[in-house]
């Protein structure tokens, strides 16, 4: 009935995303033993009442504000355990409190589940907090991922809304390199409705709508706020997609569906080192296995210009003490080498 029976842990449980969460994994029959953390019991036994109450077949379902205990032996891991962004904030200003939070959660995993197959950080900055993660579990750069394809995604969404179109008519939507205002949001092979975006770039239309050049820089700023966008709608940051998108994530990772987007992942090959970033990926037996994104110039020059943001971020979390120095860390996880 559920495509796994080994434990998930979904930990900020009791928040929006992670009761969210929960309730994804049961209804899509994705996982059925799943233990919900978060320090607040009375959201969290609220939100855990909820899922009984929806008395999903064979679900296992059990909470406690123990973190070591809802890690315990865990197989797969899913969190949104940080602050959230809220209105005037960038994520870049949650960084060094949720890095404490990443570090904390990278050595608890190191003691209680050193065999993790699967841990997607949701909180942000998630490509600092990600990587502050790893290196703190000693997991394998493959076994740890962020929720990057929310870019992908909310790009898709503004093209077809461009458009007037289908969704699903707007495909080889990709964004790479960080998750936030210095995303590199690619050209690609996006079409929509089977048209080429360079071409209509070039003077081609959808259903008698072009797109300028123009307006094609202003879609791009407007998908990397589309975070800060959300916020000011609904006076919260999302919720929904990042339950939905993480829990298609985990199917991947149990080989029931193939993952369309760009996830988050440790790269440390070619130009870009030492960095954890969204790229071309796919859950191969292993876990996640990325290659580099393929564009022109400008889709290149803003892939650069994001990893270089990031590995400033980056270094800022070495020089707070929340990472260590780069050339000790095979020291504490010696699968980054």
Known sequence: MYLTNEK???LGAAGAIGSNLVQSL???GTASRISMYDPLEGPLKGSAEEIYHCSFPGAQVTWTIDEAEALADAAYIITAGGAPRRAGMTREDLRKDNCKIARNLGQQIKRHCPACKLAVVIFNPADITGLTTLVHSGLPGSAVSTLAALDSTRLQSALAQHFS???DQVTGCATYG???EQMAVFKGSITVAGTPLGEILDGATVEGQGLTAGQWTDLQQQVRGGGAAIIKLR???SFQSPAHLSTSMLRGRLGADEFPWPCGTYVNRGEFRHIMMAMDTRFGPDGLEYSMPEGDADDMAALRNSYKHLT???DQTIA???LPPLDEWKDVNPNLV
């Open 312 to 314: 400033n971020l980056r």
């Open 235 to 237: 006076g919260r940051s």
């Open 178 to 180: 960080g998750h936030g």
């Open 26 to 28: 049961l209804q899509t």
């Open 8 to 10: 998930v842990a979904i």
């Open 320 to 322: 707070d003490g929340l």
């Open 165 to 167: 179109v289908a969704q």
